[in-house]
C-alpha cells in the first residue's frame, strides 16, 4: 500500500477576555494508507498530526505574546514561551506530551506613515503516533504560566481505503469576517461537517489601511497609498471568528488573492505561510502553496492559482509525480481545488485563469480528476463535466464556491448577457502570470469572447451566500449539495449524485509520468 498525506486539522481556542489567551490551531498531517475493512492489513494509524497555536498573552504578560502594530516596533523572542501539548484518547489523564517550535512573522512597510506590524508568538507541534478514525483530547499553551487552555478534543481522518469516507465534506470559500459570514459558519457548523475544505480568500486583510481604515474597493478609495496596505489584525479577529468551527472540525486551506498581501522586499504570504502549517513536504512539494493529502478514499490535490504553473515549473513537474502515484485502488476519488476558477459564467474574473488552465488542463484530464472546487467568483456556479469547454463524459466537475459572505459583495451579471462580456483586455490579473484568453474557435460561441446564452458546461449558477457540502458514498457515487444562507441549513439549494464511471474513462496507470 502507499502512503500518502491525510487532511490536517486546524483547531482554534480562546479562553475568555481578562486572562491569558491562547489561540490554538490543529492539523492533521500524514496518514499512512491502509483500507479500513481489510482485515488482512495491519492496523496502521495516522502518524502524524500538526498542531499550530498562537499564545496570545494578556495583561501582566503582555510582554510574553501579543502583536505590535506601529512605526518603531520590535519583534517578540519567540523562545519566551515554551510550545507544549498534551493529548490522549482520555480526558484525564493525557498522557502524551509534544513540543514544538515558535516563530513571529512580520508585515513591513517602507514608506512614511504607514503602520508596521509583528505578530504574536506562533507556535507549531507535531502530534504522533495518532490512530485513524479515532478521538483525542489536547490542550496546549505553557505549563509554566497561567496560560493552558482549557481542554478541546478533535476526530481523526478514517484510514485511506476504497470503503472508507469522511461522512461529510464542507466546502467554502471567500469567508471574509461579516455578518453573511456568520450566516455561513452557523449553517455550515449545523450540518456537521467531518471535515472543512476552505477554497481561499479568508480574513480580507488586505482591504484596510495599516491603521484599521477599511473599503469595499480598495483600489478605488485609496488610488493614491504607495504599496496595497493591509490590516493585520484582521488575521487575528478571523481566527477568533473562526474559533467555534475550527476548534473540533478538520480543517484546509487554500491560498487565495487576499492572502498574497505584498510587502517590503517584494515579500509576500507572510501571514498565510506563518499562521498555518500545510502537508507539502510529506507530498513531496516544494513549495506550501501546492501539495496534496488522502481523506478515506479521497486523494486531494491542492493547487497554487498564484504560483508558476507552466509545464517547466515545478509545480507542474510536481502535480504530475503526484498524480501518476495515485493508488485508485486504495483513492478511487481524486478531488483538486485551487481558487481562481477555470470554468465560470460570471462576468467577475471571466477568464482570469486561462494561461493556468491552458497548462493545466490535459494533465487533470489524463489522471481522471472527478470534482474540481474553486473561489475567487462571489456566487455559486455548479459544472456539467466538461473538458477544454465542451460536454464530455469523463471530464471533472467544476464548482465554484466563492459565496462564503465576503465583503466585495455578490457577484451578479454573467458574461453571456448583453453588454456584460467583458474587453479581454481587462480581464488579465497582474499575479496570475499573463494572458491567454481569446476568441474561442470553435463550438457555439466560435469567433466570440463570451457566449450569448449560458454556456452549455454551466449546469447551475445562483447568486446567493451559502456553502456546499460533499458525502461520498462509495467507490463511484458521491452526493453534492449546495445551501443557501437565507434557507434552514437542511433545505437543499442545488444537488446531484457525481458519478465516476472508471470502465467508461479509464486513466493513466499508477506510476505513469
Known amino acids: 500500500m502507499e502512503e500518502k498525506s491525510s487532511a490536517r486539522i486546524l483547531l482554534q481556542i480562546q479562553k475568555l477576555p481578562l486572562s491569558p489567551l491562547t489561540d490554538v490551531y490543529i492539523q492533521q498531517s500524514k496518514l499512512v494508507s491502509h483500507g ?82 509583528t505578530s504574536g508568538i506562533i507556535h507549531h507541534v507535531r502530534l504522533t503516533g495518532l490512530e485513524p478514525n479515532t478521538l483525542y483530547y489536547y490542550r496546549c499553551g505553557d505549563p509554566s504560566l497561567p496560560s493552558m487552555s482549557d481542554i478541546y478534543s478533535f476526530k481523526t481522518m478514517p484510514a485511506s481505503g476504497p470503503r472508507c469516507y469522511p461522512s461529510r465534506i464542507a466546502v467554502v470559500g471567500d469567508l ?88 517590503a522586499e517584494n515579500r509576500t504570504f507572510a501571514s498565510f505561510s506563518s499562521r498555518y502549517a500545510f502537508p507539502y513536504k510529506e507530498s513531496g512539494s516544494s513549495s506550501p502553496f ?89 456566487a455559486y456556479e455548479r459544472s456539467n463535466r466538461v473538458y477544454n469547454y465542451t460536454l464530455d463524459p469523463c471530464g471533472p466537475v467544476y464548482i465554484t464556491i466563492g459565496d462564503g459572505g465576503n465583503r466585495e459583495k455578490m457577484a451578479i451579471t454573467h458574461a453571456d448577457e448583453t453588454g456584460k462580456c467583458p474587453e479581454p483586455s481587462t480581464t488579465p490579473d497582474e499575479f496570475m502570470g499573463g494572458f491567454c484568453a481569446y476568441n474561442f474557435t470553435t463550438g457555439p460561441a466560435a469567433g466570440k469572447f463570451c457566449w450569448d446564452q449560458q454556456p452549455e458546461y454551466s449546469a447551475y449558477r445562483e447568486s446567493s451566500f451559502g456553502h456546499g457540502n460533499l458525502e461520498v458514498k462509495n467507490e463511484t457515487h458521491a452526493l453534492w449539495t449546495w445551501h443557501r444562507n437565507q434557507d434552514m441549513y437542511t433545505k437543499v439549494g442545488d444537488q446531484i449524485y457525481i458519478v465516476r464511471q472508471p470502465k467508461r474513462c479509464p486513466v493513466e496507470p499508477k506510476g505513469f509520468s
Request: proline fraction near 5%; charge should be negative; glycine fraction near 6%.
Open 36 to 117: 479500513c475493512f481489510f482485515s488482512s492489513a495491519p492496523s496502521t494509524a495516522v502518524d502524524l498530526l500538526q498542531l499550530v497555536f498562537v499564545l496570545v498573552a494578556h495583561l501582566q504578560l503582555v510582554e510574553l505574546g501579543e502583536f505590535q502594530i506601529g512605526d518603531n516596533i520590535k519583534p517578540l523572542d519567540p523562545k519566551t514561551v515554551a510550545s507544549i501539548v498534551r493529548y490522549g484518547k482520555l480526558r484525564f489523564p493525557m498522557i502524551h506530551k509534544a513540543t514544538g517550535y515558535s516563530l513571529v512573522y512580520s508585515q513591513m512597510y517602507p514608506f512614511e506613515g504607514l503602520q508596521n506590524y
Open 176 to 263: 471574509g469576517l461579516t455578518y453573511n459570514s456568520s450566516s455561513t459558519i452557523n449553517h455550515l457548523m449545523r450540518n456537521k461537517p467531518d471535515l472543512v475544505l476552505l477554497v481561499g480568500d479568508l480574513s480580507y486583510a488586505n482591504l484596510y489601511l495599516t491603521n484599521g481604515t477599511s473599503s469595499d474597493c480598495y483600489s478605488c478609495s485609496f488610488p493614491d497609498t504607495p504599496v496595497h496596505e493591509t490590516y493585520q489584525p484582521r488575521w487575528d479577529y478571523w481566527g477568533r471568528f473562526m474559533q467555534p468551527l475550527v476548534s473540533k472540525v478538520p480543517i484546509m486551506m487554500v491560498q487565495g488573492n487576499h492572502e498574497i498581501e505584498l510587502q
Open 290 to 378: 501546492y501539495y496534496s493529502f488522502n481523506a478515506g478514499g479521497i486523494h486531494f490535490v491542492v493547487l497554487g492559482g498564484y504560483a508558476a504553473y507552466s509545464i517547466t515549473a515545478d509545480q507542474y513537474k510536481w502535480l504530475q509525480k503526484d498524480l501518476s502515484r495515485v493508488n485508485r485502488e486504495v483513492t478511487p476519488w481524486l478531488v483538486a481545488t485551487w481558487h481562481p476558477p477555470w470554468y465560470s459564467s460570471y462576468t467577475a474574473h471571466y477568464r482570469e485563469a486561462e494561461c493556468m488552465k491552458v497548462a493545466m488542463e490535459d494533465l487533470l484530464y489524463r489522471y481522471g480528476v472527478d470534482i474540481v472546487f474553486n473561489g475567487h467568483v462571489h
